[in-house]
Nanobody, 127 residues
């Protein structure tokens, strides 16, 4: 079992930066594929980024590529999302997710594929 708690959200102006954290607990965290997703009001949950267990592989949505960076510190059981040059369209609740399956054997951009998920943190970007 893995428990996930997101933090770091807030209200920022367009162009600003923000770093989200996802604290994980559970014995198998370090071997999990981790992902970030976001959901705006009235919208479906969208993929943002994913990372394999040793950070050797990452995947990004086109909408955030070049602006967001996913990373993890397995010693601290923490997943991060560095968000730069934020835009109003980045406004959403951001969720982290984890799954114990290996990278490459399933679609890490599909939120329904993950076994564990957090409750989210709100990010609001004003114009």
């Amino acid at each position: 079992q893995v428990q996930l708690v997101e933090s770091g959200g807030g209200l920022v102006q367009a162009g600003a930066s923000l770093t989200l954290s996802c604290a994980a607990s559970g014995r198998t965290y370090s071997r999990n594929v981790m992902g970030w997703f976001r959901q705006a009001p009235g919208e479906e949950r969208d993929f943002v980024a994913s990372i394999n267990w040793n950070s050797a592989s990452t995947l990004y949505a086109d909408s955030v590529k070049g602006r967001f960076t996913i990373s993890r510190d397995n010693a601290k059981n923490t997943l991060y999302l560095q968000m730069n040059t934020l835009k109003p369209e980045d406004t959403a609740v951001y969720y982290c997710a984890a799954d114990p399956r290996g990278w490459g054997s399933w679609d890490t951009s599909n939120p329904g594929e993950y076994r564990y998920g957090g409750r989210g943190t709100q990010v609001t970007v004003s114009s």
